[in-house]
């Protein structure tokens, strides 16, 4: 399994409803993505700083990020954290972005208990050292 901290991700149509999540080339989780077909994304809220800290601020190339945590089998196989707000994509394109890779999402599957926590801002995770550069 794979997962960064992701800092440029938006909605890309309604209908259907589409996705766009830029990956850095330099990251582990982008070597793992660009042969998926499928990529889940956690949204995460303001609590869950500590877990943006580890995702962000650690290299997957030398660490599971994922130990110790709650993880159970999402669409296609991809990790998806229990208790975390989630969606799932097909992944229809990706588009090179010159330091980071586009990939547009089908969304077709995911959770959403906590949509009523506040955010995890970019302001409040200006703080996390990044685990490799751009």
Not at 28 to 37: F, G, K, L
Not at 83 to 110: E, I, K, N, P, T
Request: proline share 5%; glycine share 12%.
């Amino acid at each position: 399994p794979s997962g960064c901290l992701v800092g440029f991700s938006t909605q890309a149509s309604i209908r259907p409803e589409r996705h766009l999540v830029l990956l850095s080339k330099e990251n582990r989780t982008y070597a793992v993505a660009q042969d998926s077909p499928v990529l889940a994304v956690h949204v995460l809220r303001a609590s869950d700083h500590e877990l943006a800290e580890r995702f962000g601020g650690e290299s997957g190339d030398d660490t599971d990020k994922f130990a110790g945590l709650e993880v159970v089998d999402g669409p296609g196989g991809v990790p998806v954290i229990a208790g975390l707000d989630w969606f799932a994509g097909r992944v229809l394109r990706q588009f090179d972005c010159g330091d980071h890779v586009a990939f547009l999402l089908a969304a077709h599957d995911g959770s959403a208990s906590r949509v009523g926590e506040a955010p995890l801002t970019l302001r409040e995770s200006e703080d996390i050292e990044p685990g490799h550069s751009a």
